[in-house]
């Protein structure tokens, strides 16, 4: 009867441990996402003022027409638009 509650104890604790262990390993999997989270939501949080910024940008017409010229060549009636070629060696 001592062997068998012995057993039973000894399988009792094996099964705790185990399960223990795999608390502890989903405790520390948990952290690492949170970890990730808070990195993204920071990425994030630093795209949107960027953002922001360019939308605030956008309401400018000198911001706008500086991006007309220097992105789509764009140039007012009578100027005339000069393109400078690369030479390759």
Known sequence: MKVNFKLFLLLFILVAALSLGQ??????????????????????????????????DLDNLSYVEILARQKLNMIYPGETLYIEAEMKK
């Open 23 to 56: 608390q502890v390993t989903m405790v520390y999997q948990l952290e690492a996402d949170i970890n990730d989270l808070s990195q993204q939501r920071e990425e994030l949080a630093a795209e949107t003022v960027s953002l922001r910024q360019e939308l605030s």
